[in-house]
Nanobody, 126 residues
Framework: QVQLVEFGGGLVQAGGSLRLSCAAS????????MGWYRQAPGKQRELVAA???????NYADAVKGRFTISRDNAKKMVYLQMNSLKPDDTAVYYC????????????????????WGQGTQVTVST
């Protein structure tokens, strides 16, 4: 089973920067899409940024020009560099990774996975 661990959240003043990291471990065979989502109190979880295996990126309009997503395939990691942070960026940030994993539970020995991290709090003060 694939596990994701996130780190890098915290408290920062408006205008500051933070870098989130997410590491995948377990029986990972291939990694396809990787992304970051966030959920603010009372709101639905929303996509912040995503990156494909080929390196194509997609950003929410609210973070374009301020956030940068990147990945290290060899380390099975995805990063989110957040600059010019605003109080509206305050939320719990979750990483999401999709790919294939080795599994003895299926006849083919390989199955798709869609895993989520436990979330890391980002708080931006005024």
């Amino acid at each position: 089973q694939v596990q994701l661990v996130e780190f890098g959240g915290g408290l920062v003043q408006a205008g500051g920067s933070l870098r989130l990291s997410c590491a995948a471990s377990g029986s990972v065979l291939t990694i396809n899409a990787m992304g970051w989502y966030r959920q603010a109190p009372g709101k639905q979880r929303e996509l912040v940024a995503a990156i494909t295996s080929g390196g194509s990126t997609n950003y929410a309009d609210a973070v374009k020009g301020r956030f940068t997503i990147s990945r290290d395939n060899a380390k099975k990691m995805v990063y989110l560099q957040m600059n010019s942070l605003k109080p509206d960026d305050t939320a719990v940030y979750y990483c999401n990774v999709r790919g294939t994993e080795l599994s003895s539970a299926v006849p083919a020995g390989v199955r798709d996975f869609d895993s989520w991290g436990q979330g890391t709090q980002v708080t931006v003060s005024t």
